[in-house]
């Protein structure tokens, strides 16, 4: 049920009602303290991350600022929105990260957050539930669990802290105790910003493909091992520790490596491939980055040649883990399509107010007028959209994924649009290497592909309304 | 899933104690009529007392969803409870609100709005209708054009000019017009659908009392904005797809399936569909948080031209998507059968007025643009 619920509604704030005669507990609008989260946060990346200096021509080699990256995990909690208290998360629900998701895509944030506290946190969150209930978590046991790891450390053998199975215990609950131990242990520090993760789950084609044997796994006397390629890995560059879906071998035999073919489904179509999720260190791997259409939302390829890698789930929990995650991405990408559209709509207005031609402002043109009200329409439909999706997680409705997707294609559309136009807009101006608007249109051709076009969110759409 | 269970997200619970008074006065008055119902509270539970309850929020909400499930016709009175009323509520006498305001809601009286005029129609404030003062009373010549079934109605909110002198804005006055007053004329203009929709009025010489100004003298330009904001705001605060009239987008989504049964659907119309989902929740989110406004001023975020826009978008192009979902069977004027497609039919002409009554689109876009936008008039 929604964390959220019982909250004093409705709020004051932009965002909410004006007026006294809307809604005293309709949970149409934000909780007053979501939006007072929301404030403070907009109010760090004001000072501290302006986007007009994110254009690419700008970006150094330092592709984020490490000391905001900290400020925004370790004092706002950026990746902790979502994890339960018993992890030190603040235990919050989707329309705190919605909203949150909304501020960093308003300035373009460059750091790692969507690889990092989205995507592989959102594998890792899932697992960590599963182990709490399990006994797992109980890591927690013993005090700051995990706090004794260094940073990076993931593989290290359960310290005394964590729970062992004693003597008659079966190995195979003890395997499960390690990994999901070792998910917590891994959470724990991505959610406090202390490592930077990456999800590694796509082939060559960008997808998540589980029946593919992108990347296989065996189990040798010195741990398990892993094979293959994974591509479009987001922030893989900054990544410390890649958490990859891999495909485990027959009776823990070798598994067939399956370099960058991508073709191989095995042969078995009769029940699903037994899949592992692990975590594999930066430095185990090789990573080759890749010119993304964003350089502030880095890509690159991960090669993994015999890597040792630490389990953290098996079986059907992988499938769920990696679903949980593309999920939450895609809430995520709808909520900073919206923000970085009506952002870009901002640019736009400011420039049609105060370019002038003919000898008054362009912006009084119906041609300009027109392009900047259709932009808002879809601006403020695409933000209903991503409210309602948020609530529909909050409350664990079934209409959750059809809402998501509606609101992924309805923001991303929008941002796009809306991108193009404001260069559009800003004539030649906004091509130039220099105008910001650029950064709007590269961040919203992203976000607009990544996980799937509008044209085939609204055909799975379709697909679960039945139609 | 379940259709019942789309758009359902956050509304309050069924076994919630609010629904039991609701169900029990539904069950006491199964068939009420405008009177009980604004007696009861529930014609505009939003509005104060006497009108109204004042309900708020889920309360409205919980009012709302029983008075649709019980299927209590609820007089159809966009005017009445969207726009004219409010006006008359915030801006009239009390004489004025003990006079007009109960009938205008039960519908005992109906009304018609005597804005555009031939050469005054996105350009309302050019209106050259004239209202001359004679001692107490007002003189008012001119013609009036579009006037949504002026035939049926007692009264017309009449915008006029008092002080030609002025500038445009400010020189005009907004008046209740008896229909019957002697001068005045109605010629028949018919929709495309062959509707008798419209009329030509024309005013000759008709003599209206200081009792019929509503408002100040000149101060008619704020109150017509305000009364067309409110009509924005109420021509999209209902779930039907031509201004909350009409079929709704479930509706559409059962044609779907009735006609992907018979063959596969092109990927496109599928596409469309997605589309008019996404669109739907989005205006589903926006009409309940604007719920228990009694008028645009206190639309707390939501922007009425917005809803407005997005609404007649979504019901054009729903309309448009439901008659080629029949491909070469939509060349007949009501291709498949059922209920629903019946109320398809009905209004798919329809759907070309969506964008142009109650200002055009092209005109709401220049009203987001200088207003919420700030971008410069002219």
């Keep these: 049920m929604s964390p959220a619920g019982g909250k004093g509604r409705p709020a004051g704030g932009e965002a909410g009602p004006a007026g006294g005669e809307l809604g005293t507990a309709l949970s149409y609008w934000p909780s007053s303290e979501a939006l007072e989260r929301r404030a403070a946060l907009r109010d760090l990346l004001r000072r501290r991350h302006d986007p007009a200096t994110v254009r690419p021509a700008v970006l150094g080699d330092e592709p984020y600022d490490p000391d905001l990256w900290r400020r925004l995990t370790a004092d706002m909690g950026v990746a902790a929105i979502l994890a339960p208290e018993a992890l030190d998360g603040l235990g919050l629900g989707y329309e705190d990260f919605a909203l949150a998701v909304g501020e960093l895509g308003r300035v373009l944030y460059t750091g790692p957050f969507f690889g990092s506290a989205v995507l592989a946190l959102g594998a890792l969150l899932p697992l960590v539930a599963a182990g709490a209930a399990g006994g797992a978590a109980a890591g927690g046991a013993g005090g700051a669990p995990g706090s004794g790891h260094d940073r990076g450390d993931f593989s290290a053998p359960p310290t005394e802290n964590s729970p062992r199975s004693s003597g008659a215990a079966a190995g195979d609950a003890r395997l499960a105790g390690d990994a999901a131990s070792a998910a917590v242990d891994l959470a724990r520090r991505v959610l406090g910003g202390d490592t930077v993760a990456a999800l590694a789950f796509a082939n060559a084609g960008g997808r998540w493909a589980p029946g593919e044997a992108t990347v296989t796994a065996r189990e040798t006397s010195d741990g398990w091992q892993l094979a293959g390629r994974r591509h479009l890995v987001v922030n893989a560059p900054q990544a410390e520790v890649f958490c990859v879906p891999a495909t485990i071998g027959r009776d823990g035999g070798p598994g067939s490596p399956d370099l960058g073919s991508g073709s191989g489904a095995d042969g078995d179509s009769g029940s699903g491939p037994d899949l592992g999720l692990f975590a594999v260190r930066a430095g185990d791997v090789e990573v080759t980055a890749v010119d993304s259409i964003d350089p502030t939302r880095s890509l690159g390829t991960v090669t993994l040649d015999q890597a040792p890698a630490d389990l953290l789930a098996r079986g059907e929990k992988t499938g769920q883990a990696v679903e949980a995650a593309l999920r939450l991405g895609r809430l995520a990408i709808a909520a900073e399509a919206a923000a970085g559209a009506q952002e870009a709509l901002r640019l736009m207005v400011d420039y049609a107010q105060s370019r002038r031609q003919f000898g008054r402002p362009i912006g009084g043109f119906q041609a300009v007028k027109h392009k900047c009200a259709e932009a808002l329409i879809a601006i403020e439909a695409a933000k209903a959209a991503v409210s309602y999706a948020a609530w529909a997680l909050d409350d664990g409705s079934a209409e959750a994924d059809l809402a998501i997707l509606a609101a992924k294609m309805a923001s991303t559309e929008a941002f796009v649009a809306t991108a193009a136009d404001c260069i559009q807009l800003h004539g030649t101006y906004g091509y130039t290497r220099e105008a910001a608007s650029q950064s709007y249109f590269r961040r919203a051709r992203w976000l607009s592909l990544f996980l799937g076009s509008a044209d085939e969110d609204g055909q799975r759409l379709a697909d679960l309304l039945g139609v | ?378």
């Excluded at chain 2, 609010?18 to 539904?26: D, I, N, P, S, T």
């Design chain 2, 1 to 378: 899933m379940a259709d019942a269970r789309l758009f359902a997200v956050r509304r309050p619970g069924e076994s919630d104690p609010r629904r039991e008074r609701v169900r029990r006065w539904l069950a006491e008055h199964p068939a009420p009529t405008g009177a009980q119902l604004l007696d009861a509270g529930y014609l505009v539970p939003h509005w104060p007392a006497p009108w109204g309850r004042a309900a708020a929020g889920e309360d409205l909400q919980i009012i709302s969803d029983e008075l649709r499930r019980a299927s209590v016709p609820l007089p159809s009175l966009p005017l009445a409870r969207g726009y004219i009323g409010p006006l008359v509520l915030r801006t009239g006498t009390d004489w004025q609100r003990d006079r007009y305001l109960r009938k205008l809601l039960t519908g005992e009286e109906t009304w018609c709005q005597l804005f555009s005029e031939p050469e005054a129609g996105s350009d309302l404030a050019a209106l050259s209708t004239r209202a001359r003062r004679d001692g107490e009373e007002y003189v008012v010549n001119g013609t009036k054009i579009w006037t949504t079934h002026a035939h049926l109605a007692q009264f017309g909110l009449l915008l006029a000019r008092t002080d030609p002198a002025a500038a445009q804005h400010r020189g005009i006055s907004c008046f209740i017009c008896p229909m019957d007053a002697a001068g005045l004329t109605l010629t028949p203009i018919y929709d495309m659908a062959g509707e008798y929709k419209w009329n030509l009025t024309q005013l000759d010489g008709v003599r209206l009392g200081p009792g019929h100004l509503i408002g100040a003298e000149n101060e008619g330009w704020h109150i017509a904005r305000a009364v067309l904001a409110n009509e924005r705001m109420s021509m999209s605060s209902d779930i039907g797809l031509a201004w909350g009239q009409g079929p709704v987008y479930l509706d559409l989504l059962a044609a779907a399936r009735q006609r992907g049964a018979a063959g596969p659907l092109a990927t496109e119309l599928r596409g469309r569909v997605a589309r008019g989902y996404c669109r739907e929740l989005a205006l589903h989110v926006m009409r309940t948080q604007a719920l228990g406004q009694v008028s645009h001023e206190s639309r707390g975020g939501v922007i009425p031209e917005v809803r407005r826009t997005l609404s007649d978008q979504h019901g054009q192009q729903m309309l448009e998507l439901w008659r080629e979902l029949h491909g070469p069977a939509g060349v007949a004027a009501r291709p498949g059968g059922g209920a629903a497609s019946g109320a398809f039919a009905d209004y798919y002409f329809f759907a070309r007025a969506l964008t142009i009554g109650g200002g055009t689109a092209e005109i709401q876009r220049n009203v987001l643009a200088e207003r919420t936008l700030g971008l410069p008039r002219g």
